[in-house]
């Protein structure tokens, strides 16, 4: 994946969302095409995505719902492989502390701990399509493909002509 995500929909300044800001997003094919380029995958046939954004007790609340058809590659041979794609997602997003600019990013393994929103904008696409991406099989296999692992033998070892050397060097010390 390259760094940024297309963007489907313009960030949201925080003091635009009001009580509620709805989102339907419909890519284009060409901007299909961009996502498929970003998630490094084959295609992108079809994807649209329900997003909600509201204000929460703490800060906000970014739900949705996206679907669509992804083409990946077969791990195993290579072949495209369709897949359907249908995910709901729901996490809570809080304004980053003033004052606090540093390089370093802090990692949470709480699954539960809420994303945070800099620059005063909420990035809707970013965490619509970071929710694709992660709704994607990471190991996709055409139906019927099987790993036949390769007969072995003594010389496949890289090891194996290393092994010859050192008997022929003890041989010549006695």
Same mark, same amino acid.
């Given at each position: 994946?390259?760094?940024?995500p297309?963007?489907?929909?313009?960030?949201?300044?925080?003091?635009?969302?009001g009580?509620?800001?709805?989102?339907?997003?419909?890519?284009?094919?060409?901007?299909?095409r961009?996502?498929?380029?970003?998630?490094?995958?084959?295609e992108?046939?079809?994807?649209?995505?329900?997003?909600? &954004? $509201?204000? !929460?007790?703490t *800060?906000?609340?970014? #739900?949705?719902k996206?679907?669509?058809?992804?083409?990946? +590659?077969?791990? /195993?041979?290579?072949?495209?492989?369709?897949?359907?794609?249908?995910e709901?997602?729901?996490?809570? &997003? $809080?304004? !980053?502390?003033? *004052?606090?600019?540093? #390089?370093?990013?802090?990692?949470?393994?709480?699954?539960? +701990?809420?994303? /945070?929103?800099t620059?005063?904008?909420i990035?809707?696409?970013?965490?619509?399509?970071?929710?694709?991406?992660?709704a994607?099989?990471?190991?996709p296999?055409?139906?019927?493909?099987?790993?036949?692992?390769?007969?072995?033998?003594?010389?496949?070892?890289?090891?194996?002509?290393l092994?010859?050397?050192?008997?022929?060097?003890?041989?010549?010390?006695?």
């Amino acid at each position: 994946m390259s760094a940024e995500p297309p963007v489907l929909t313009e960030p949201v300044r925080l003091n635009q969302i009001g009580e509620k800001r709805s989102f339907s997003l419909k890519p284009d094919a060409e901007t299909r095409r961009a996502i498929a380029r970003w998630l490094g995958i084959l295609e992108l046939p079809a994807f649209e995505a329900e997003v909600q &954004l $509201v204000p !929460a007790h703490t *800060g906000w609340r970014l #739900s949705g719902k996206l679907s669509g058809q992804a083409v990946q +590659a077969c791990g /195993l041979t290579l072949e495209p492989v369709e897949e359907t794609v249908r995910e709901s997602f729901d996490l809570n &997003l $809080v304004e !980053a502390p003033e *004052g606090e600019e540093t #390089s370093e990013v802090e990692i949470t393994l709480d699954e539960n +701990a809420p994303d /945070l929103v800099t620059d005063g904008r909420i990035d809707v696409s970013r965490h619509v399509l970071e929710h694709l991406s992660l709704a994607l099989d990471p190991f996709p296999r055409k139906p019927g493909a099987v790993f036949e692992p390769p007969e072995e033998t003594a010389e496949i070892s890289p090891f194996a002509v290393l092994k010859d050397r050192v008997k022929s060097r003890d041989d010549d010390a006695g």
